[in-house]
């Protein structure tokens, strides 16, 4: 008997779509607060450029996105480099 599956792709497995943007912001994290870039952003999170020293998985984060006037509260899910994926807990 032959068992045949569709393999769900990274993009298939997300709750909600992606838009991509580059939108300057700031992390803050306790006490430190530094620069990021919000690459991509959908309803349940987003994508952060950031130097990811001193972040950790769960850490509770504040992202400010003051050209669109945005506050967002989250979580760290995964660091890559200095990459970050934030889950919305959230938005001010």
Same mark, same amino acid.
């Given at each position: 008997m032959l068992y045949s599956a569709?393999?769900?792709t990274f993009?298939?497995? *997300?709750?909600f779509p992606r838009k991509q943007c580059? +939108? @300057?912001?700031?992390?803050?994290?306790?006490?430190?607060h *530094? @620069?990021?870039v919000v690459e991509d952003i959908s309803a349940g999170g987003c994508r952060i450029a950031v130097k990811?020293?001193?972040l950790a998985r769960y850490d509770r984060v504040?992202?400010?996105v003051e050209s669109h006037k945005l506050r967002f509260h989250g979580?760290? *899910? +995964?660091?890559?480099?200095d990459?970050?994926?934030i889950e919305f807990l959230f938005m001010d």
């Open positions: 569709k393999l769900r993009e298939d497995a *997300r709750d580059k +939108w @300057p912001g700031l992390l803050k994290h306790n006490d430190m *530094r @620069p990021c990811s020293k001193g504040v992202i400010e979580e760290v *899910r +995964w660091i890559h480099l990459e970050a994926g």
